[in-house]
């Protein structure tokens, strides 16, 4: 007898594979592989999570009412074009399988977020990688890529691993060289981390297109990792798509109300960017002066590059091996084309100097 055979595309996927995040022998865990918040999550977050607690017999509210119109509120948007769910990751799939499917193409750039060519495979289409220019999303390159058979155009934005970003005149040049048909997804996962005054998320861009879509998560600035859930911001007929799609509970009450709280403590917010800001400008400098090469960032995590190193220890993987021997978890990013890379996220004050310590041992042959 044979075995049920998976939808074409399937088990071309190669799964996603998260940081590590245990260092066996350690007497102490830094874990700096995943992008999440330094100071973890607001204690308003924590005691709304713990307060719905003896409610979790019930369904969730369905339509995360209340958590919508506080984003709505928060960010200026139109609550009834915002959709949530099970982390950001679960909306970008519902608009992959929603959008594109068997003999349509996916366009994301090489060094882009793992879901994308993941959610274009178990929809059945095909992923297409454009080249970066210096890590860089490439609106010209993206462009050239896209075809008759293209459906969804994926841009991380600011991107993960690189840390760049597309300024809000290259975003608009990109929108506006897509064909009307395409769908063009913005996933703005860390836009909270960035100051800089020509960046946009692009929910301007859905204020005033039908084929552009925003997507925002919890899990970062916000340290709500645990818990899933993300938001996208999308255009009328969009969100109904999404609405049709998605579970009819796929956030969990303790998410909506940890959520909400999160959102509403403002000052907790500032806490959490003016920290990202200040420590993240220490370690850049710190890193470069031990002769590393650290790529421009503006999000949570910095990329640094040993490609320029000597000798037999000339490579990421000797690095990361032995921060993890200290209890230092950091990310080697070979699955997004950079093996010779380590992300390293920004984490407390006294994490980073122990990351600074022990690459100076690694670039001193210790």
């Given at each position: ?83 949530c769910g099970n982390g950001s990751d679960d909306v970008l799939q519902l608009l992959t399988r929603a959008y594109a499917g068997t003999g ?211 490579n990421a993987e000797g690095a990361r091996l032995l921060l993890k021997s200290r209890g230092i978890l950091v990310r080697q990013v070979g ?32």
């Open positions: 007898m044979s075995a049920p055979v998976p939808n074409p595309g399937i088990l071309d996927i190669h799964a996603y594979v998260g940081g590590e995040a245990h260092a066996p022998g350690a007497s102490r865990l830094i874990r700096l592989a995943s992008n999440e918040g330094a100071l973890g999550p607001s204690p308003k977050a924590v005691a709304a999570y713990q307060a719905v607690a003896g409610q979790m017999h019930r369904y969730p509210d369905g339509g995360s009412k209340a958590l919508r119109a506080g984003l709505g509120r928060r960010f200026g948007l139109d609550a009834e074009r915002i959709v349509d193409e996916v366009l994301h750039t090489v060094h882009g977020f793992a879901i994308y060519p993941i959610s274009a495979r178990f929809a059945g289409a095909t992923p297409v990688a454009a080249p970066e220019t210096n890590l860089k999303t490439d609106v010209d390159a993206l462009l050239a890529r896209v075809t008759p058979r293209t459906r969804v155009v994926f841009i991380a934005n600011p991107n993960n691993p690189t840390g760049s970003y597309l300024n809000r005149d290259e975003l608009r040049r990109l929108h506006a060289g897509l064909p009307e048909n395409v769908l063009l997804v913005i996933d703005a996962a860390y836009a909270e981390y960035v100051d800089a005054p020509d960046y946009t998320d692009g929910s301007d861009l859905v204020d005033e297109f039908s084929n552009v879509v925003m997507t925002r998560t919890f899990s970062k600035i916000f340290a709500l990792g645990g818990l899933r859930l993300g938001w996208a911001y999308c255009p009328a007929a969009v969100a109904d798509v999404l609405n049709r799609v998605r579970g009819p509970f796929n956030v969990a009450s303790s998410a909506q109300a940890a959520g909400l709280a999160a959102l509403e403590d403002v000052k907790f917010l500032e806490k959490s960017r003016r920290h990202n800001a200040q420590v993240r400008e220490w370690f850049v400098g710190q890193v470069r002066e031990l002769g590393l090469v650290v790529h421009p960032s503006v999000a949570n995590f910095v990329l640094i590059s040993f490609a320029e190193q000597k000798g037999d220890r000339a699955s997004y084309g950079l093996p010779h890379c380590l992300r390293v996220t920004i984490g407390l004050e006294d994490e980073m100097r122990e990351v600074v310590a022990g690459l100076a041992d690694w670039v001193a042959g210790k």
